[in-house]
């Protein structure tokens, strides 16, 4: 840098990496000496940033504020995650630590996951998967230092929950969190109120996965891996009617994980709308309509936050409808975010 340079707002700002707003608090505070360029823009003195760089390490860890009951995040990393929209991230097919998750015909990313835990909960918070699956959120929360109870009624995919910890990050891990093998309908019932920080989960998108075997499919089919999350009577993706489905799903499952939450906190849910023959499903829509404002006891809501867009960039584009008609190719999912707080008095 040269010391005799005179540098834009928007410069210093990333050498130092802060915002505008922090840039200007310092200005005013006398920390550096504004000036202006022969265009009358405002610029500071290289130099001055050059002796603040020298004194402060500008990438250490930023102190979290006192007031941040919700996670561990400090004002820089906490911005970004209010964006409403984020990609998919994974490791690819091919990656060694994928072989598990690929044997589930609808797994979702734990490192999707990872970012969501880690902006709603602090170290060692405890965070609920009705829908444990190969067990994507018992793996966040092991990267994160945060414990989970993951509920999976198949019981092939609760013991390859079980196996992924152990073989993905560690033997002994999976000992550290809490899997149950059962119906969500009834082990839900079990748990106490206010015990959990955070549910996070990905729901059956109703009986999409009992199709018949398609262009979709046929690779699973090929390769002799599962299409369907189970032939389990108490399955929710075997139910026929979807309005029942959805139903069961709000009252008997999000209603209860609403009930074991803690007041204040949030519960994520990961779907997508999807397609039933020639009819378009907006799941996330219907979800919405029927959580927001749910009561979950006599004192306590949940309310729509937010919906976060999941940008699945990575997936081929497919020619339906062409060259007749519009069918989308649907290549995001939705995250709903809610929060449970203790109900306005009428």
């Known amino acids: 840098m040269n010391n005799d340079e005179l540098l834009s707002i928007a410069e ?3 050498k130092l990496k802060i915002s505008r707003a922090k840039l200007n608090n310092m200005i005013e505070k006398k920390e550096f000496t504004l000036t202006y360029n022969e265009k009358g823009v405002k610029r500071l003195y290289s130099k001055e940033i050059f002796k603040y760089l020298e004194n402060h390490d500008v990438d250490a860890p930023k102190e979290v504020d006192p007031r941040n009951k919700l996670n561990n995040l400090n004002g820089t990393e906490w911005i970004p995650c209010t964006k409403s929209f984020m990609y998919q991230k994974g490791l690819g097919s091919n990656h060694k630590d994928a072989q598990i998750e690929k044997l589930h015909p609808a797994p979702y990313s734990f490192q999707d996951i990872q970012q969501l835990i880690l902006f709603f909960t602090k170290e060692k918070g405890k965070v609920l998967d009705p829908f444990g699956g190969v067990g994507s959120t018992a793996k966040a929360c092991e990267l994160t230092n945060r414990i989970c109870t993951s509920i999976e009624l198949s019981p092939k995919w609760h013991e390859l929950s079980l196996q992924r910890l152990e ?11 809490n899997f149950i093998n059962g119906d969500s309908v009834e082990e839900l019932k079990k748990i106490k109120d206010f015990t ?3 549910v996070v989960t990905s729901p059956p998108y109703w009986s999409i996965l009992n199709k018949k075997v398609d262009h979709k499919t046929i690779a699973r089919v090929e390769e002799n891996l599962d299409t369907n999350y189970s032939n389990l009577s108490k399955d929710l993706g075997n139910i026929e009617n979807y ?12 209603k209860e994980c609403g009930r074991v939450l803690k007041n204040d906190k949030y519960m994520a849910i990961v779907v997508s709308d999807f397609r039933n023959k020639s ?12 959580i927001n404002k749910l009561e979950v006891d006599n004192t306590h809501i949940l309310t729509l936050q937010g919906v976060k867009v999941l940008l699945q960039n990575h997936k081929s584009l497919l020619p339906y409808g062409y060259p007749f008609a519009y069918v989308e190719n649907i ?3 939705y995250i709903l975010i809610f929060k449970k707080s203790v109900r306005k008095a009428r």
């Open 243 to 254: 309005y029942e489905f959805l139903e069961i799903l709000v009252n008997e499952i999000f």
């Open 196 to 198: 959990f920080d955070f």
């Open 331 to 333: 290549h995001h999912q």
């Open 279 to 290: 009819e378009f499903i907006s799941f996330h829509s219907d979800l919405i309509q029927k």
């Open 12 to 14: 210093v700002c990333k």
């Open 167 to 177: 073989k993905e990050i560690g033997k002994g891990t999976s000992k550290k969190h």
